[in-house]
């Protein structure tokens, strides 16, 4: 799986951009603030449909026009002993983004639906935002799993949207029915509360439905991604052994699971969980107005040595974790097809890295299909990626080259 062409227009500091890439790896070399990452996200927005640096559509657009479009020619297939790269598997993916409105999606010039877009180019980032998978808040962990999963299996894009609906509709029934029982002093009446009642069972069902169906492929992933997680991890950091594993939050506040029980990997189960988690925090739910029970209130544990990372391991450590994860991901969407490996995208880490964590990024980086680096001096690049090489300026992006321990 290779990117052939990019091109951008009207994207963040890009009012025009054509970028060809080559397989291997390639290189762009440019100062801190000039560029270099909004190439990438152009990239990796067309693999996912989000970006891995903003929640919204708005910033990705040039305040000098009113909508995005980023374009990209890539080939699904093994790359031959050449380098060469086979027309009869080369895609064009069109993506016009349009803030406050639904995105155009085009491939080959017909227009697509989200969920046939995504998974069509797979990519893997690793950036400096990923210590965030570690110590930040439980949603960024929740993101990346999603982000892997629907990868793998592109139609949890809909499960997922179906599911963010449902929760939608009914943390309003809930807000509603919570301002009712304040204006009543509490009490329960007949008539339009009955009504409520009767709307919120209904949404109770739609949600243990698409939230078993949404943690039913979490769970699924975690237990692939486990083991390739320890293992990476011991390649980046030896001595002490790293874990992932998934937490159902919601099961244990509300006592229908024991802390450390698993979970089980049955649809069905997983929504009669749901439904008994929804009965024993009812009273609770209308009195905060909002949903505490379902997948959106899960987390991702990560432990080094046995103890939480997020709150025992050093920061070596954590970017160790957070590496680990992306490369664990990586090996999981190895292999899924006859597409090849992912796009590796390393944003600027290399300079966070110490030399051991580098030179296990170097080497697994050295052994994929295509990676595209970023960084502020060429220098940071271990010398065992050197590729193509392209200088970063205002507004523009052409191969050259750059010498090493020069800032560009």
Known sequence: ??????????FRSYLELTLELR???????GPN????????????????????????DLPLVNREGGQATIRLEFVRGEVTSDGDMPAASRSVAEIAVIP?????????GSPVKPRELVGQLRTVVFAPEDLGLVKGDPAARRKFLDEVLIQ??????????????????????????????????????????????????IWNEQLAEQGAALLY???????????????????????????????????????????????????????????????????????????????????????????LAKHYASHGECWSVALSLRLASFELMRGIDSAGDPVLILDDVFAEL???RREALANFAAGVDQAIITAAVANDVPDQLAGT??????????????NRGEES
């Open 389 to 402: 090489t392209f200088v970063v300026t205002p507004g523009n992006v052409v191969q050259g080259e750059v």
């Open 217 to 307: 492929g979490r769970l699924a992933l975690v237990s692939e991604l486990a083991p390739l997680m320890t293992k990476a991890y011991e390649q980046v950091a030896p001595g002490k052994p790293a874990v992932v594993g998934y937490q159902a939050r919601s099961f244990v506040d509300a006592g229908v699971l024991e802390p450390g029980e698993p979970v089980p990997v049955n649809r069905e189960e997983l929504a009669n969980l749901i439904l008994s988690s929804i009965e024993a925090k009812s009273s609770e739910e209308i009195a905060r107005g909002i949903t505490l029970v379902g997948p959106h209130r899960d987390d991702l544990v990560l432990t080094v040595d046995g103890l």
């Open 33 to 56: 603030g000039i560029g270099k990452t909004n190439v990438i996200e152009a990239i990796a927005y067309i693999s996912t449909l989000s970006s891995h640096r903003v929640a919204q």
């Open 23 to 29: 397989p291997g790896v390639n290189v762009l070399v």
């Open 1 to 10: 799986m290779l990117v052939d062409r990019l091109e951008l227009r009207d």
């Open 354 to 356: 110490d030399s051991s």
């Open 100 to 108: 406050g409105r639904s995105n155009r999606l085009q491939i080959s």
């Open 152 to 201: 793998r299996a592109p139609r949890y894009l809909g499960i997922r949207a179906d599911y963010e609906r449902v929760l939608k509709q009914r943390n309003a029934l809930l807000k509603s029915m919570s301002k009712s029982r304040f204006r009543s002093g509490g009490e329960s009446h007949s008539g339009s509360g009955a009504d409520d009642n009767s709307t919120l069972k």
